[in-house]
């Protein structure tokens, strides 16, 4: 489910840009900014692994309007400064139209205020959760080009407790 979204999101957010890009050679290239190393290296691993799977089954669906669609992969090692880096560097000199990443909060929000945001080049992140995000938006700070296919953590909670009061738990256990 959650590589439908990205996929849906991904190719939603492609369509502004895929009008530059098909006066060019046909291939769209999106900055890939994920934790491929670092305490988050597993989950950024998974996630390139769908944006890449995602991607190959755009293409042979026909692409973006006719346009291929490929990645620019960087490693953010699990560090916000590191990922400002990188995306900096894919929306400056790489000039791609869109960012996917970071799985992790603490690498989203980072490039989403540092580069993202400032430059209005779109952001999609697969799995960021932290309310922090919800507030930036809230208070106009993402300009509208910040997307994540998980809700806030502080949603998450609420949902949880009321399927569980709606189920008729009683007993609740944590297992950390």
Known sequence: MTKMILLITTALALLTAAGAAQAADCKITVGL??????PAGEYGQAGAKSVEMAFRDINAAGGVRGCDLATDTRDSQSQGNIA???A???VQVKKVPVIIGGIISSVSIPILTSVTAPAKIV?????SSSPT???????GKTNGIFF??????ALQGVAAAKYAIDKGFKKLSVIH
């Open 33 to 38: 900014v994920m934790e491929l190393t670092g």
């Open 148 to 153: 994540r296919t998980i809700t806030s953590d």
């Open 84 to 86: 400002v880096d990188a």
């Open 123 to 127: 952001q999609v992140s697969p799995a």
């Open 88 to 90: 900096t560097q894919l």
């Open 133 to 139: 995000l919800t507030a930036l938006g809230r208070d």
